[in-house]
């Protein structure tokens, strides 16, 4: 079993729509959650990073942490198309340097 | 503000040539720094990560090595390239653990 899972999609929907990406972990050790956007033929670019369990807003993006359940979500409200993008979860073990990174959704918003 | 710069953005290589690509950091001190490989459809691979001037850890037994000569300058190197070097190589760097690492815009390396 990974150590992270994420629906590799592809997810379309049309503008407008509530967008919900998520991701499951196994490892309890994983405190922090963030999770990136990578348009093709760049590098990820942070979206939101986040602690604790709950809900964390940053205008139309919400990062939901469940870590009774392990796990992850992103909604994205009023999706545009400069939303399409492939999004992926990422977990610091504690302590260590590394990064465990899910495989990326690849979302498309249809105008 | 912190910046990364990654070159080439793009290279043909032909299989059996040494490649080195540069990756530098601006704007911080003493960053962990990290090189990943992804391969298209696929997730991002940790190659190496250095958290000093010449300290490398490598992940994946493989054909590349890594160097860090500068506290900001982190070089992924071959003697010789394979097919299966092939993808699209990233640079990171981060403050401290636990800390989200800031990626380059990567080079997208072709092996012929």
């Known amino acids: 079993q990974k150590e992270v899972e994420q629906d590799p999609g592809p997810l379309s929907v049309p503008e407008g729509a509530i967008v919900s990406l998520n991701c499951t972990y196994s490892n309890s050790a994983f405190q922090y959650f963030m999770w990136y956007r990578q348009y093709s033929r760049k590098g990820p670019e942070l979206l939101m990073y986040t602690y604790s369990s709950g809900n964390k807003e940053d205008g139309r993006f919400t990062a939901q942490v469940d870590k009774s359940s392990k796990y992850i979500s992103l909604f994205i409200r009023d999706s545009q198309p400069s939303d399409s993008a492939t999004y992926l979860c990422?977990?610091?073990?504690?302590?260590?340097?590394?990064?465990?990174f899910g495989t990326g959704t690849r979302l498309t918003i249809i105008p | 503000s912190q910046t990364i710069h990654q070159w080439p953005a793009t290279l043909v290589q032909p299989v059996g040539s040494p490649l080195s690509l540069e990756c530098t950091v601006e704007?911080?001190?003493?960053?962990?720094l990290y090189w990943y490989r992804q391969a298209a459809g696929r997730g991002l691979q940790l190659l190496f990560y250095s958290v000093g001037i010449g300290q490398i850890s490598s992940e994946v037994p493989q054909n590349l090595s890594a160097s860090r000569p500068q506290d900001r300058q982190f070089i992924l190197s071959s003697k010789k390239l394979l097919l299966s070097d092939s993808g699209f190589y990233l640079c990171?760097?981060?403050?401290?653990?636990?800390?989200?690492?800031?990626f380059g815009d990567g080079t997208r390396l072709s092996i012929l």
């Open positions: 990422a977990m610091p073990d504690f302590g260590n340097e590394k990064l465990t």
């Open positions: 704007g911080t001190s003493n960053p962990n």
């Open positions: 990171a760097w981060q403050t401290a653990s636990n800390q989200p690492q800031h």
